[in-house]
């Protein structure tokens, strides 16, 4: 498992701290290090690869305005999870809802949350741009190639469609403690956290990047500003989920199909998990706040799409009344969430 720290005022690790200190700063409870003697505070963040793009570039507008210091790193959704409700860390960042077993866990460690929406965001298929064969896939292609039953068996292109050439497919993707692969499975197998395993797996999604780009036969999945960032290493696959309603024919991820509804069932919303005792600090209210304010800019700055405007006033009131607990009721991956179904459960 890959963990980058984004934005630290110190080189040495967390656990480093407890053993051999750092200047200004001295652990704290709910995965933060306080300050002492005005010195700054530092709000710990992990989870979601998806969500790092967006927490990166705040955490980096933040520290320009603020005194406080952010840490960003990527464990993927589950390992967020895992270290969030050890109250290791502040802040969870999360591709899904929290899971059943992690809402249990969190139970047993005496942390509650409180969840917020803050952008969605579009699993974008991709292939390596000399896969020119490769124009579009349907739902019940990506079940054949991803289901467990194809592990060792749907190796070859043309086994997963006639007239595709005789030639090793090689397939990338999240590791298993990833939001983005959870929902993934969800979505196109119809069970989450189900796949064949002989796939590249990593959470770290410039690893899949590189791995796809390099290969001529490469196939993987992950968040659309990944794709963003380097479209001219790779080519885009449009879905055809089968279901005129959402719109006709195979589509591509992009802000407008993302944030319409028409690119089915590859788009989810993104969240931040706050630990409840975290939530009374005020550099992390204000980190919050700001999040929820200046974010929705750099949302789409670094590929993704946001909520309405209206949203962000919902769920800034919802963090406000400090409403502890999932909204989805610990389902984990929700397929077909839209703008307006979050709305009203918010």
């Given at each position: 498992?890959?963990?980058?720290?984004?934005?630290?005022?110190?080189?040495?690790?967390?656990?480093?701290?407890?053993?051999?200190?750092?200047?200004?700063?001295?652990?704290?409870?709910?995965?933060?290090?306080?300050?002492?003697?005005?010195e700054?505070?530092?709000?710990?963040?992990?989870?979601?690869?998806?969500?790092?793009?967006?927490?990166?570039?705040?955490?980096?507008?933040?520290?320009?305005?603020?005194?406080?210091?952010?840490?960003?790193?990527?464990?993927?959704?589950?390992?967020?999870?895992?270290?969030?409700?050890?109250?290791?860390?502040?802040?969870?960042?999360?591709?899904?809802?929290?899971?059943?077993?992690?809402?249990?866990?969190?139970?047993?460690?005496?942390?509650?949350?409180?969840?917020?929406?803050?952008?969605?965001?579009?699993?974008?298929?991709?292939v390596?741009?000399?896969?020119?064969?490769v124009?579009?896939?349907?739902?019940?292609?990506?079940?054949?190639?991803?289901?467990?039953?194809?592990?060792?068996?749907?190796?070859?292109?043309?086994?997963?469609?006639?007239?595709?050439?005789?030639?090793?497919i090689?397939?990338?993707?999240?590791?298993?403690?990833s939001?983005?692969?959870?929902?993934?499975?969800q979505?196109?197998?119809?069970?989450?956290?189900?796949?064949?395993?002989?796939?590249?797996?990593?959470?770290?999604?410039?690893?899949?990047?590189?791995?796809?780009?390099?290969?001529?036969?490469?196939?993987?999945?992950?968040?659309?500003?990944?794709?963003?960032?380097?479209?001219?290493?790779?080519?885009?696959?449009?879905?055809?989920?089968?279901?005129?309603?959402?719109?006709?024919g195979?589509?591509?991820p992009?802000?407008?199909?993302?944030?319409?509804?028409?690119?089915?069932?590859?788009?989810?919303?993104?969240?931040?998990?706050?630990?409840?005792?975290?939530?009374?600090?005020?550099?992390?209210?204000?980190?919050?706040?700001?999040?929820?304010?200046?974010?929705?800019?750099?949302?789409?700055?670094?590929?993704?799409?946001?909520?309405?405007?209206?949203?962000?006033?919902?769920?800034?009131?919802?963090?406000?009344?400090?409403?502890?607990?999932?909204?989805?009721?610990?389902?984990?991956?929700?397929?077909?969430?839209?703008?307006?179904?979050?709305?009203?459960?918010?």
């Open positions: 498992m890959t963990e980058r720290i984004a934005v630290i005022t110190c080189s040495i690790s967390f656990a480093a701290l407890a053993l051999v200190g750092c200047k200004g700063v001295k652990e704290g409870a709910a995965g933060s290090e306080t300050g002492r003697g005005g700054a505070a530092i709000i710990a963040v992990d989870g979601s690869s998806t969500v790092f793009p967006i927490a990166e570039a705040v955490a980096e507008e933040f520290q320009k305005v603020e005194p406080a210091r952010v840490t960003v790193g990527i464990s993927g959704s589950g390992g967020g999870f895992k270290k969030f409700c050890r109250a290791e860390t502040a802040i969870s960042n999360a591709s899904r809802p929290i899971k059943p077993s992690e809402l249990e866990l969190c139970k047993d460690k005496g942390v509650e949350f409180i969840e917020l929406p803050l952008a969605y965001d579009g699993i974008a298929v991709v390596n741009p000399k896969a020119g064969w124009d579009h896939m349907t739902v019940a292609e990506l079940k054949k190639l991803w289901a467990p039953e194809a592990q060792a068996k749907i190796t070859h292109w043309n086994q997963v469609r006639t007239g595709w050439p005789d030639a090793e090689h397939l990338f993707g999240p590791g298993v403690d939001g983005t692969y959870d929902y993934f499975t979505a196109t197998v119809g069970q989450e956290h189900s796949s064949r395993g002989d796939f590249t797996s990593s959470e770290d999604d410039n690893v899949l990047v590189q791995g796809i780009a390099t290969d001529p036969n490469g196939l993987g999945f992950f968040g659309l500003a990944y794709y963003t960032e380097n479209k001219d290493k790779l080519k885009i696959v449009p879905i055809d989920d089968g279901n005129p309603d959402n719109g006709a195979p589509i591509a992009s802000l407008e199909t993302v944030a319409d509804g028409t690119y089915q069932p590859l788009s989810r919303p993104l969240f931040m998990y706050v630990n409840l005792a975290a939530a009374s600090r005020p550099e992390v209210q204000k980190y919050v706040a700001f999040f929820l304010k200046k974010g929705p800019a750099l949302v789409e700055e670094v590929g993704y799409i946001p909520l309405p405007a209206r949203a962000y006033a919902l769920v800034q009131q919802h963090f406000d009344k400090r409403v502890t607990g999932s909204v989805f009721g610990g389902s984990g991956a929700k397929v077909g969430v839209s703008v307006e179904d979050l709305l009203s459960k918010e």
